[in-house]
């Protein structure tokens, strides 16, 4: 279950290949391909893992509040594909 309030990461199988219009995400494990469809949705991903949590990638990538729920709904449908995965070792996943 996507939770924003936690720390994320691209998965490490997932390589992201830039496209004008965002990027294409393949994933070498199961060989599914997704599509981000906003540079600025492919730089949230591409930075997820150098913050607290989702709200602080959103915030860093400069992504306007009033389109945050999008966003998010966007990184939930990534995070449901296995595109971003939650951050190993962090302090809420040895507290669960």
Request: charged share 25%; proline share 9%; with cysteine.
């Amino acid at each position: 279950m996507f939770t924003p309030e936690r720390p994320y990461r691209c998965s490490p199988s997932v390589a992201l290949r830039p496209e004008p219009f965002g990027a294409l995400a393949y994933d070498f494990r199961t060989r599914r391909l997704s599509f981000l469809k906003t540079p600025l949705l492919v730089d949230v991903v591409r930075t997820l893992g150098d913050h607290p949590d989702v709200h602080a990638a959103l915030a860093g990538a400069g992504v306007a509040v009033e389109q945050r729920g999008a966003y998010l709904r966007a990184l939930a449908t990534l995070a449901d594909g296995a595109v971003i995965e939650p951050r190993p070792g962090t302090f809420l996943e040895r507290a669960a």
